[in-house]
């Protein structure tokens, strides 16, 4: 157990909706991030946030958005759902030391896997 | 770009033989190099990881990776492969840019009696 938790382990839904994917991060961790896991695609990383504000982007889409609450648990939200978007969503998080990435270990939670019908 | 290949998909080893799971890597500076290992409906585990020195490094589970400067790679190594090995290994490279690791597209680890 990473200690990183994420909500629901899996979701089916249809195109054109809007989900929102949950992570609570270990203990005193400061830094979520947030990665999209596709057969074809691998494992893509979408945006990091560090203590409230976010602090990197990836190949994140338009459609979605993610924030990072004052108890410093986050949401990603997708929306407008395509059946490309089927995949299995990773939170992680580390404790960031204030740097924009903190070199160490990501801990995983066990993700959300997301099937859009 | 930075950049990590795996070049072998899925490879099956029997129990008890010794495993290498090939990574190679392009970066443009002295990298840091993981391997995490992701079991069926889980997330993933850290295996082991080099910044700088001996350049053979202990993980857990009884693996070890050696990296090669010269070959640009980070090969995974166990000598007895167990049953409960099976799972999807990454390497991985970073921090890149704006990415925080560049993870290769995995090796699906098989394991047979």
């Known amino acids: 157990d990473s200690g990183v938790t994420q909500t629901p382990k899996h979701l089916i839904t249809a195109t054109g909706q809007r989900v929102t994917l949950r992570c609570s991060p270990r203990?005193?961790?400061?830094?979520v991030y947030w990665y999209q896991q596709s057969l074809d695609q691998g494992l893509q990383f979408l945006i990091q946030?560090?203590?409230?504000?976010?602090?990197a982007k990836g190949n994140i889409l338009e459609r979605f958005s993610a924030q990072q609450f004052p108890d410093l648990h986050s949401e990603l939200n997708l929306s407008s759902l395509e059946l490309g978007d089927s995949a299995l969503y990773f939170c992680?998080?580390?404790?960031?030391?204030?740097?924009?990435?903190?070199?160490?270990?990501?801990?995983f939670g066990e993700g959300s896997r997301l099937t859009v019908l | 770009a930075q950049s990590v290949t795996q070049p072998d998909i899925h490879i099956t080893v029997s129990e008890g033989a010794s495993l290498e799971l090939r990574c190679n890597y392009s970066?443009?500076?002295?990298?840091?190099l993981f391997w995490y290992v992701q079991s069926p409906g889980q997330g993933l585990q850290l295996l082991l990881k080099?910044?700088?020195?001996?350049?053979l490094v202990q993980g857990i589970k009884g693996f070890e990776a050696e990296f090669k400067r010269s070959q640009s790679s980070f090969n995974l190594r166990k000598p007895s492969v167990h049953w409960s090995d099976a799972a999807e290994y990454f390497c991985?490279?970073?921090?890149?840019?704006?990415?925080?690791?560049?993870f290769g597209k995995g090796t699906r680890l098989s394991v047979i009696a």
């Open positions: 992680a998080s580390n404790e960031g030391q204030g740097r924009k990435f903190d070199t160490g270990e990501l801990f």
């Open positions: 203990s005193g961790d400061l830094s």
């Open positions: 946030y560090y203590n409230g504000e976010e602090r």
């Open positions: 970066y443009g500076a002295t990298p840091y």
């Open positions: 080099y910044f700088s020195g001996d350049t």
């Open positions: 991985a490279v970073g921090p890149s840019g704006n990415t925080p690791l560049v």
